[in-house]
């Protein structure tokens, strides 16, 4: 069927999408179905972890069949089984780790584990082919925000992350106590597009140290007393405003420390991960910058940046390849560390 590829089916449950892929090769998607559970925490305004684990037991056998269907392939021409083991949710990790575990052993397949941020870095290779170590990677999700000197494929050093808050937690919480619905950061992407960015002055933490480190906790808090301030004053608050400038102090600090990373270590390549690299704003910024920096920059299509199995295919591919595999007596690690 296709013909001398190595097929991947991947699988990743690692917080509220279900999801699984056929990978050929590495690069190739030849299916990718995301199921994501959003519907089912939107009234909790975040991810219910217990809900996420039944979610994704109801699901994941059916997903499995689907994306083989898709592929148009049986098992049987399946040369791996790759699942995310950490970091995640621990219930949500280990229906997928289960799954696989279950598919390999039945099935007589090697079982490889991958790192749930190492896909959200190969999510990049999947559409741009070219793309090869060294580069510095921005790594911008819901759980996580750090900056990554990728040397090669599998050696990462963390040059520097967030003390507090993730970005796409920050974007989550503002929208949160705006009233406008969750998750936040696609709601104030486009709710920023009809504001003015310069309308608040919202503090740029930690934007002149000369570390690599993040604190993003502070702007929340400090949106919420400017909204707490306009309300005891009976002034109205423009939310469009709010989310462009609460967005542009978000991306400032983002954009300037990433690009001063690649100056630094002489790196012409960035790449950014991740869902908040979904961010229109976040990425039409990075452009401008880097082409007058003389930067090549990449991320991954709007699809590829949120949680999916592709990306844990692609680096199970590779995992898989270089021997690595997870033993079928192992659980999943909830605060997995890039590199391992
Ligand atoms: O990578 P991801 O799907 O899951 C984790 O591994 O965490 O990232 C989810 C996060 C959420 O916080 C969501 O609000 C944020 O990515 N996000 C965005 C956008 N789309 C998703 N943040 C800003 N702008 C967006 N367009
Ligand atoms: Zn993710």
């Known amino acids: 069927m296709h013909g001398q590829s190595e097929l991947i089916l991947a699988i990743e449950t690692s917080c509220d999408e279900t999801s699984v892929a056929i990978i050929a090769d590495g690069k190739e998607i030849i299916s990718n179905i995301v199921s994501s559970q959003v519907d089912f925490h939107r009234k909790f305004g975040g991810v219910v972890p217990e809900i996420a684990s039944r979610k994704h037991l109801e699901l994941i ?8 269907d898709q592929a148009q392939i049986g098992l049987n021409e399946v040369a791996a089984i790759a699942v995310t083991f950490g970091p995640g949710l621990v219930g949500a990790l ?3 780790v289960s799954t696989a575990k279950a598919l390999a ?6 079982l490889v584990g991958v790192n749930h941020l190492e896909g959200h870095i190969f999510a990049n290779f999947l559409e741009h082919k070219e793309l090869g170590p060294p580069f510095i990677c921005l790594i911008v999700s819901g ?5 990554v000197l990728v040397k090669e494929w599998g050696d990462y050093r963390v040059l520097g992350e967030t003390l507090d808050d993730a970005a796409g937690e920050a974007f989550d919480k503002v929208a949160g106590f705006l009233k406008l619905g969750y998750p936040g950061g696609p709601i104030i992407d486009d709710l920023a597009k009809k504001g003015n960015p310069g309308a608040v002055d919202f503090p740029r933490a930690m934007i002149h140290k000369k570390n690599f480190d993040f604190s993003l ?5 400090a949106v919420l007393n400017y909204v707490t301030k306009l309300k005891n004053e009976k002034k109205p608050v423009n939310n469009a405003d709010l989310c462009a400038s609460f967005q542009a102090a978000v991306i400032d600090v983002l954009v300037l420390k990433s690009v001063r990373a690649a100056k630094e270590n002489e790196i012409d390549k960035l790449v950014l991960a ?4 979904a961010n229109s704003e976040l990425r ?4 401008k910058v880097c082409s007058k920096e003389n930067l090549k920059l990449f991320y991954p299509s709007v699809a590829l940046c949120t949680d999916n199995a592709a ?3 692609s680096v199970g591919y590779y995992r898989f390849k270089t021997g690595q595999r997870l033993p079928l007596d192992a659980y999943p690690d909830p605060n997995l560390k890039l590199g391992q």
Do not use: C, D, Q, R
């Open 61 to 68: 056998n059916p997903i499995v069949e689907e994306a083989l």
């Open 94 to 96: 280990l229906i997928g």
């Open 105 to 110: 052993y039945a099935n007589n397949l090697p």
């Open 143 to 147: 759980g996580h925000t750090a900056i």
């Open 217 to 221: 906790s502070g702007l929340k808090t």
């Open 274 to 277: 991740g869902g908040v690299a």
């Open 284 to 287: 039409s910024k990075f452009g």
């Open 311 to 313: 990306m844990i295919g």
